[in-house]
C-alpha cells in the first residue's frame, strides 16, 4: 500500500528542518535541504518499522490542506 504524506520544510539557522504534517513526531534536520529530505524520508521509513513492530497502524489522517491568503492590517 502507498500513502502521500506532506513534508514540510523550513529554513533554520542550522539548515532545515523537516516534518510530516500528518505524524507530527516525524521530524528531523539537515544542513541542506537534500540532507533534510533523505533523513526524513528515512525518519518516516523508521517509525513506519518501528509501529509495525508495535502491531500499531500509522496515523491516516483524511484532512485537506490549502493555503489561505491574509492582507496585513
Known sequence: MVSTLTARYVKIDSGYMGQIL?????????????????????????????????GKEPPQEHALFEPLAIHAL
Open 22 to 54: 500528518e505524524w507530527p513526531e516525524v521530524v528531523t534536520e539537515g544542513s541542506d535541504l537534500e540532507e533534510c529530505r533523505a533523513s526524513l524520508k528515512d525518519a518516516l521509513h523508521e517509525m513506519v518499522l518501528a509501529y509495525r513492530d508495535m
